[in-house]
């Protein structure tokens, strides 16, 4: 239906059943219209016929729906319906035929295949271009079939997007230049016939390129490429965000550490502080304010003063007198004074007991003595 139908290809307009200027809402309106009416599942009873004719919509559809495709159409469409070859009037293919969907049946390699039936078409094309090509100029670019590397389908599109003709189009002139009756007569006809060259290259060049992108739209090969790149792009975001999702976790961790030595390091700090703290209430609570840092300074050397009570060195005789006047000194020596008074207790203890057992020992051998002295006397 989109383009063939009892023998006559059909506007794609008519297929859809809109205006040449139809708006994008209602041209939409019209497809999905359509598109319901003929989808083969609403017509159990003419499967045939209505998949013919609902891919016949669909074809219309998707050239309207493309604003360059739709330009291109407007532009040429009684050339696609009808097939006007006129303006070449050497043996050049007539391309516009291919601008439709009906020329082809599937996107298979069979005779009426998508890849067979263009193949076919650059064949011819490149076959027209290579009579004016020089001796060892390259052979265009093939089509290929649907299995053919992408590489190679690259190479074909990368030419043929910017096809340029080779050929002459002499057969466009309009003057022949034997007729002219001077030189100057002469040079006019020249430039005439050249401009008509030009104006006949530039729409074939033109023709040329727009079926090469009506054709790339639609081939299996480029879509499927397409979604191999989209897949990896798609793959290449997920490893970008995992990686991403993985650094934000580590950070995350190193931040959790870093915080956790900080407050570490803090408690530490604080608890020192009120070490510090509570060692400063009690220096001042007994007297000792001012006196580690004097000691601090004092070392074991000779000539410096040493205080018994304390047990400590003074470098000098003033850090001395200064420790003399600290509390502390004054009840390490009360301390001090008490437990020698102690100890000469003890000692004069000690010394008068030895005394009291000698003169026991004394007074207890002269007793004997005077037994002894008795026993003989009796």
Known sequence: MSSVSGGRMRCHYEVLQVDRDVSDADLRKAYRKMALKYHPDKNPDDVEEC????????????????PQERAWYDKHREEI????????????????????TSCFSSFGDDSRGFYKVYGAVFCRIADEEEEYMEEDGERLPCF?????????????????????????????????LRQAPNRKVQRLMEKENKKERSA?????????????????????????????????????????????????????RERQEAQERYQAQKWEESLEQDLLSMEARLDAEYGREGEEDEERDVGYEEGGTFCHACNKMFKSD????????????????????????????REIRGSSQQTTQQQEVISSSQQQQIHNKQMINN
């Open 81 to 100: 319906l009808h097939g006007a070859g006129s303006d070449f009037k050497d043996d050049s293919l007539n391309i516009m035929p291919f601008f439709s």
């Open 51 to 66: 998949t013919k004719l609902f891919n016949g919509i669909q074809q219309a559809y998707e050239v309207i729906s493309d």
């Open 144 to 176: 290929g079939l649907s299995a053919t590397p992408y590489e190679e389908v690259h190479t074909f599109y990368a030419y043929w997007q910017s096809f340029s003709t080779l050929r002459s189009f002499a057969w466009e002139d309009v003057h022949d």
């Open 318 to 345: 003033k850090a001395f007198s200064n420790h003399e006047q600290s509390r502390k000194h004054r009840e390490n020596v009360a301390i001090l004074k008490h437990l020698l008074e102690e100890e000469e207790e």
């Open 200 to 252: 006949a290259k530039k729409k074939r060049n033109e023709a040329v390129r727009q079926l090469v992108s009506f054709v790339r739209k639609r081939d299996k090969r480029v879509q499927q490429y397409r979604e191999s790149l989209e897949e990896k792009e798609r793959e290449r975001k997920k490893r970008a965000e995992e990686k991403q999702a993985r650094d934000k976790q580590r950070r995350l």
